[in-house]
Structures are given as C-alpha cells and as structure tokens.
C-alpha cells in the first residue's frame, strides 16, 4: 500500500488544547498509528514554535481553531477544556470516542496498579507521602495527574512501574469513562470548581465516579460532607478519623484512626502519629490515608515509619521557608480556595501577619474569616481580589488590613508589621487563584520564596 493510502485509512484522532497534557496525547495517538490533528483557540508566537516542532513529528497543529467534530475516530481534550462545550456535546452525541487525557493514559496503562487520589484539598500531600512510602519499600512508582508526569507522558515511557501514584482532579475524572484505580482516595470535599460544575452535588458525584470505579475506597471520616453520604454510600470503605475509632463511620473495623498517638489500621497499630514533622491537623488525617493506602498495597510497617519520619513536606503547602528577625516565613501558595486557607492558617502559631489576594473564587469564606478574627495579627491584600476581600474583613469588624497590591510590597511590610505586633509567622495563604498576577500557584509561590530569602542578603 502506498504511504499516500495508507495514511487514507489511517484512524484519525483530534486533540483539544495545546498543552503539556494535550501535546503527551497527540503524541502517544501518533506512536499508536493514528493521524492526530491537535486544535487549540489560542494563537501566539511560543504556540507557533512549538506548533512548528510537532508538525515534525506527523501532527497537524491547527491554531485560533473553533473546532467543529467532523469525521474522527477520536476526540482527547485536556483537563482545562470544559466538558460540557457545544462541540463536545456534538460529538458526543454522534457517538465519536470523546475522551479526557487521563482515560486515554489509562487505556494503556491499565495493566499497571494505580492508586488515584482526588478531593478539594489534600491531594498533593496525600500523594507525595504516598509515593515516599511506596519508594522506602523498595517499589518503584511514577506520579502523574497534577503532579509528576501528564498521564500521557506516563504512558509514553518505556519504563513499567510497578505502581503509578496519580493525583487527579475533578476535570480529570469527568472526561475518564473507564479509569479503574485498585485504590482510590477521597480526601475532603468543599465547594470549588463550581464555575465550571455549577452545584456541589455535580462535583461530588464527579469524584465519587472515580472511587466507585476503584478495587478498595479510602474516605475522610473527618470531612463534614463526606460524612453526610456515608449512610448511603462507601459501606465497605476504609474511612480515616484522627478522633478515633469510635468517630468512624460505615464499618470501624475497616478503618484507620488514631489512638493513644499511634496510627492503627483495622486494630494493628503501625506508627506513632507524631513521626511526622508536618504542622496541623489536616496533616494528620493526610498520614492516616497516605498509610491506609500503604498497608492496602500490602507494604511493611518499617518501611512506612521510615519514609514518614523523613518526609520534608510538600513545596508551596505549609513549606517554612526562613526566620528573619525571629519571625517564621511560611508559603502556602497551593491554599487557593477558603478552605484550603482556612486549614493553613489554623495550623501556624498565633499571631499571624497573613498574606491573602489573587484571583478569587466562589465559595463560602466564613470560617476563614472567623479564623482571620482569631489568628491573624494584620492582612496583606494583594492582587485583583484585594478590594472585594478588604470590603468582607470590614463587614465582620476587621480593619486591620492593607491594600499592598504585590507580593514584593507584602513580603517588605510584612517586617515592619511582624515586628509591631510581636507576630511568630508571616503567612502567604492567599484563599485565591494565581492566575490574575501569575501563571501558576507554584510560580506564586516560587516569587514569595525568593523574595523571602532575599531579606537576609539586603
């Protein structure tokens, strides 16, 4: 056959968004033998370099494309492109294979274990512990999702895991049909996304597919919302309390909870809980699931107490960065929620010079400004929330804020202010999106980081 007809009768597959997860799927589509069109609205002159680069590679690249569902064998979109677009819609009901980049991943990663954990906070600490776990047993892991590798990416290696740890969002699990983790973990639920989900509801039931898709279930038995399915779903779950086993709901005898400081799983105590050095609560109920998931996995308890007790933590989630001038500089960038910020701020040391503001987001601040009543010396606002947060601190009677604008003329008041109060902590704990002065909550927080070590050299 002539390369000309071959290429006729070629499968033909089209990608939507040209980002890092929708470059991995055009790529791994190219390396299975389809004809792979990658489409994005977006045009600029980094996205005509990097269309130039994989027309190399066989993929036809169409920029400031609206695209329209034709004849495709195929379509993947990327996490970030909504599902519920006219022409996702359209082709769905044309029964075209419309997919997410994480289902395709897992198509052919399926022979490998995955343990798939998702829920508003905690999924990144919960991941990292995870892995550090599995790797002082001796397995080897790849992480993926929103942390480590896009899925694809994963899928394109020619090394094979034994287990692969993915962290993985409510976007993600709405574009998956058959992704089946052997174990899946819900960490908590609080209303996020919902620009994009509408109700709380569409967004539990979006994460609660992924767990009944799973082999075993891990729930938080601490988190309110979860709780209140429990007499309904998850019967044979393994639920967490850091409260105790009498706090468990379901079956107790499935659970792990802590008692007289130690961490015990289903009777068997494993580690002592304060073996990790991470501050707050929420880290604790981070432990109890990362070790639920190890001892599912089957691995030993020297292993786990090992990787816990040397766990430094999670970049850009409570990280301590420096003292100066006998003061605690701690970032908390990925706190991009109310709650989020909420659980950071509760778990440093009073009194607190915080550091709040980005790009908000809908949802209910009301603990978090209780909590900024109780544990916070002065706010720094900053970025295009700063005004609509100052307008809901003076609403409760709070008027111990500024309007600083960056991060660069918070970092420095911040000095002077730590000093007046006889504050122990600055915290960047900003309850916002990044996206209105940064590209990411990581560059955010690399900004505040390099700031923050800078003060010792001026």
Known sequence: MSLRLEKLYMKKATVIGLGRSGIAAAKLLTKHGYAVTLS?????????????QLE???INVNLGDKFTPTTEDIIVVSPGVPWDIAALVTARSMSIDTIGEMELAWRYLSDIPWVAI????GKTTTTALTDAIFKAAGLETIGCGNIGFAACELALLEIRPAWIIAEISSYQIESSQTLAPRIGVFTTLTPDHLARHKTVENYYEIKAKLLRNSQH???????EYLLKTSEFDWQDAS?????GKEYLPANPELGIWIEDNWVTFRGEKVLLADALKM????NIQNLLMAVAIAKLAGIDNNAIESAVASFPGVAHRLEYICTYAGVDYINDSKATNYDAADVGLTAVKAPVILIAGGAAKEGDDGAW???IKQKAAAVLLIGDAATQFADRLKSIGYTNFEIVETMANAVIRSIELAKQHQ?????LSPACASFDQYNSFEERGDDFRQLCQNLGKN
Do not use: Y
């Open 40 to 52: 994005d609205s977006n045009n600029s002159p980094s996205l005509e370099i990097q269309k130039q």
């Open 239 to 243: 639920w967490t309390s850091t409260a």
């Open 56 to 58: 190399t590679l066989g």
């Open 217 to 223: 279930q891990i729930l938080n038995g601490d988190d």
């Open 369 to 371: 400004l209780d909590t």
């Open 279 to 282: 501050p707050g609560d929420h």
């Open 423 to 427: 504050a122990k902590v600055v915290l």
């Open 118 to 121: 998702t829920g508003t906070n």
